[in-house]
């Protein structure tokens, strides 16, 4: 058995060594991750919007049928995942929309980025909520892994 084995434990060691250094190298030098994208010009936005509503689409499907399973483990807490997914993806879609309809001189710029923005009604109002996507995606990967955790067990 030991002749068609590639590496030796001693060689996977010696990988490990080299691959540790590396990875700590990386994160020590790390460049800005910027966290908002631009898709640039109409085009891109269309784009963008496409893989909104296909999402959406895809999660409604997935949705509908997964209404038959529900004593199983784990489907239960899917069904909140989609759910939060949906919401998610409706919230994001139009903010995207919104994001073309402000003016730009409601918001603070700082070395060319948004660093904040001036409400002045209840439409920036629900333009700035749109921003705080992350408080209904974050419970949904929560309920995500509750499912996997669910479909594990069983």
Same mark, same amino acid.
């Given at each position: #058995?030991?002749?068609?084995?590639?590496?030796?434990?001693?060689?996977?060691?010696?990988?490990?060594?080299?691959?540790?250094?590396?990875?700590?190298?990386?994160? *020590?030098?790390?460049?800005?991750?910027?966290? *908002?994208?631009?898709?640039?010009?109409?085009?891109?936005?269309?784009?963008?919007?496409?893989?909104?509503?296909?999402?959406?689409?895809?999660?409604?499907?997935?949705?509908?049928?997964?209404?038959?399973? =529900?004593?199983?483990?784990? %489907?239960?807490?899917?069904?909140?995942?989609?759910?939060?997914?949906?919401? %998610?993806?409706?919230?994001?879609? *139009?903010?995207?929309?919104?994001d073309?309809?402000?003016?730009?001189a409601?918001?603070?710029w =700082?070395?060319?980025?948004?660093?904040? #923005?001036?409400?002045?009604?209840?439409?920036?109002?629900?333009?700035?909520?749109?921003?705080?996507?992350?408080?209904?995606?974050?419970?949904?990967?929560?309920?995500? %892994?509750?499912?996997?955790?669910? %479909?594990?067990?069983?």
């Amino acid at each position: #058995m030991g002749r068609w084995c590639a590496y030796s434990w001693s060689g996977v060691k010696a990988g490990f060594s080299v691959l540790i250094p590396a990875l700590a190298l990386l994160l *020590v030098d790390a460049g800005p991750a910027l966290a *908002v994208q631009t898709h640039g010009g109409a085009e891109g936005l269309v784009a963008h919007q496409l893989g909104h509503l296909l999402l959406l689409a895809a999660c409604v499907i997935l949705l509908f049928h997964s209404r038959r399973l =529900q004593a199983e483990a784990g %489907w239960r807490h899917f069904r909140l995942f989609l759910f939060l997914l949906i919401a %998610w993806n409706l919230l994001t879609f *139009v903010g995207h929309q919104q994001d073309e309809v402000i003016p730009a001189a409601r918001f603070l710029w =700082q070395d060319g980025r948004r660093v904040g #923005m001036l409400l002045t009604g209840p439409i920036d109002f629900f333009y700035y909520l749109g921003r705080l996507d992350h408080l209904l995606l974050v419970p949904a990967f929560w309920f995500l %892994w509750r499912a996997i955790e669910g %479909w594990r067990r069983s």
